[in-house]
């Protein structure tokens, strides 16, 4: 693949993403000069990082926070998932334009706005990004205690953070919001990268295939390039099953958000979810495609709030 395709891939990525040129690597090496150890050439004579080695992918992701994002402290477990940074900023701000979308073209900023997010993980990446670019505040759940403690330890770290994130545990593995959010509670915004696998064995043949695409190797034991615990990567009944539970939990909390969201990888799920909100009865379901690199996927947002509805959260929770 020639430099200038992959500079075209990367202009998939959404207008305000700051990873949407290729990288600065000589500024990311002075955000951590660790990362330096792990730039090498590649096949085309191009300084780049290793992208199937855990640690260089690690190391890259603290650069990014560090000199995009001001984040200057960024540390979790290496068996956690550590998200590729660009993908992530793009969730963010599609759904900052849908955000926008419901608000006469202007996205609500700042700490009116509360964001939910499902799985927050021990990387804290949403929040983190959701918090640096639109001020907004958010609430990070997860059903790993470890992966809380971590999280909260990210944002005890970080001044651009404190009193803008608040953790919950979800006691409750098999529950989403319930436990979460009370009937009378109320966010604006909530989502979720969900994981994707229904078995280990699924997940090992994945990240085979995904190193493949990466190194051009094939390896019977793969070492996953962005780790990840098992509740991360796998769930009973795969992606579908996670996506049907939370559309349903979401029907019983139908006045708590404005625009409930969720990611969808695998692009054959969609008409089971459009499915799913139309049993719903959903009032307005949304299709967000996203790519990045060469890898393609899909925000799907949903909302049961009637126009009039909608009007009276503008105006009670959005005006300035």
């Not at 040129?21 to 780049?48: C, M």
């Not at 994707?196 to 190193?211: C, D, L, N, Q, V």
Request: charged share 30%; glycine share 6%.
């Amino acid at each position: 693949m020639s430099s200038e395709k992959k500079q075209q891939e990367k202009s998939r990525l959404h207008s305000r993403n700051k990873n949407r040129e290729r990288y600065d690597l000589s500024a990311l090496i002075s955000a951590n000069p660790e990362l330096k150890t792990y730039v090498k050439p590649n096949k085309f004579g191009d300084d780049s990082v290793d992208f199937s080695d855990p640690q260089a992918v690690k190391l890259l992701n603290k650069a990014i926070l560090n000199h995009y994002y001001g984040i200057e402290s960024w540390d979790f477990p290496d068996e956690n998932l550590c998200p590729p940074i660009p993908g992530r900023a793009d969730y963010i701000h599609h759904i900052a334009d849908l955000l926008g979308g419901s608000n006469f073209g202007r996205i609500p900023l700042g700490d009116k706005i509360t964001c939910l997010d499902i799985g927050t993980g021990a990387s804290c990446i949403y929040p983190i990004i959701g918090v640096t670019e639109y001020q907004w505040k958010f609430i990070g759940t997860d059903i790993n205690a470890e992966s809380i403690a971590s999280a909260k330890s990210i944002i005890n770290a970080n001044l651009a953070l404190k009193d803008k994130v608040e953790c919950k545990l979800q006691k409750r593995p098999k529950n989403i919001f319930r436990g979460i959010l009370a009937k009378e509670d109320k966010v604006d915004l909530t989502i979720c990268n969900p994981p994707f696998h229904a078995s280990p064995e699924e997940a090992e043949k994945g990240t085979r295939r995904k190193i493949k695409n990466l190194s051009g190797a094939t390896v019977k034991t793969p070492e996953l390039n962005f780790a990840g615990i098992s509740n991360e990567l796998i769930c009973e009944g795969g992606e579908i099953q996670f996506l049907e539970d939370m559309i349903r939990e979401s029907k019983l909390r139908p006045n708590s958000c404005f625009w409930f969201s969720t990611l969808v990888s695998k692009k054959s799920n969609i008409k089971k979810v459009a499915k799913i909100l139309e049993e719903m009865k959903a009032v307005q379901v949304k299709t967000i495609p996203m790519g990045t690199g060469n890898k393609s996927s899909r925000i799907v947002a949903w909302t049961f709030l009637s126009t009039e509805e909608q009007k009276e959260w503008r105006e009670t929770r959005w005006k300035s």
